[in-house]
């Protein structure tokens, strides 16, 4: 195997570790004293997590991890996304499928102009296109109020109502 020549490379072990835009590695590769009281107090939480279920545990994980700038293991994520599956409810989800088919409508009419069509015209290509979408299909001045929605949402820094989150499937009872 060839060795790289980069003076930053520090090993085959440690390449999935993501890089800023100089080349330092993102996340902390600790000393050996640093990350084995890390280990022993990341164990300590995720006990205190699986036997009592108190969220502390998992906000405390969750700052001491981001404290040593060590990737998120697998148990925390997980006790994450059952904290928030807990919270998240109906509204929720019907603001996120909501926002969802703005954002289609949205992309539609942006894809139609960036081939050239005019606004007109692309509201229409846009109307054209969904029909066969039973969420998303509208008419062209519908089509268009959630294109300038969208847009406003957009350029005023409100992009975050288009985020589209992870549908956690519910085991059957």
Same mark, same amino acid.
Do not use: C
């Given at each position: 195997?060839?060795?790289?020549?980069?003076?930053?490379?520090?090993?085959?072990?440690?390449?999935?570790?993501?890089?800023?835009?100089?080349?330092?590695? !993102?996340?902390?590769?600790?000393?050996?004293? !640093?990350?084995? %009281?890390?280990?022993?107090?990341?164990?300590?939480?995720?006990?205190?997590?699986?036997?009592?279920?108190?969220?502390?545990?998992?906000? %405390?994980?969750?700052?001491?991890?981001?404290?040593?700038?060590?990737?998120?293991?697998?148990?925390?994520?997980?006790?994450?996304? %059952?904290?928030?599956?807990?919270?998240?409810?109906?509204?929720?989800?019907?603001?996120?499928?909501?926002?969802? !088919?703005?954002?289609?409508?949205?992309?539609?009419?942006?894809?139609?102009?960036? %081939?050239?069509?005019?606004?007109?015209?692309?509201?229409?290509?846009?109307?054209?296109?969904?029909?066969?979408?039973?969420?998303?299909?509208?008419?062209?001045?519908?089509?268009?109020?959630?294109?300038?929605?969208?847009?406003?949402?957009?350029?005023?820094?409100?992009?975050?109502?288009?985020?589209?989150?992870?549908?956690?499937?519910?085991?059957?009872?």
């Amino acid at each position: 195997m060839r060795q790289r020549r980069d003076k930053k490379y520090l090993g085959p072990e440690y390449e999935h570790i993501p890089r800023d835009a100089a080349g330092d590695p !993102v996340f902390l590769i600790l000393p050996d004293g !640093v990350r084995a %009281s890390f280990e022993r107090k990341m164990a300590n939480w995720k006990a205190a997590w699986l036997a009592t279920g108190d969220p502390l545990a998992i906000s %405390s994980a969750h700052t001491l991890t981001m404290l040593h700038r060590q990737v998120s293991p697998l148990w925390l994520d997980e006790a994450i996304l %059952s904290l928030t599956d807990k919270r998240r409810t109906k509204i929720h989800a019907k603001r996120a499928i909501e926002a969802a !088919v703005r954002l289609i409508r949205y992309m539609a009419v942006r894809d139609a102009r960036a %081939s050239g069509l005019t606004w007109d015209a692309a509201y229409e290509e846009a109307e054209r296109v969904l029909a066969t979408n039973p969420a998303a299909k509208a008419q062209a001045d519908t089509i268009k109020q959630a294109y300038q929605e969208v847009k406003r949402d957009l350029k005023t820094g409100r992009g975050g109502r288009y985020f589209t989150p992870h549908q956690r499937k519910r085991p059957k009872p």
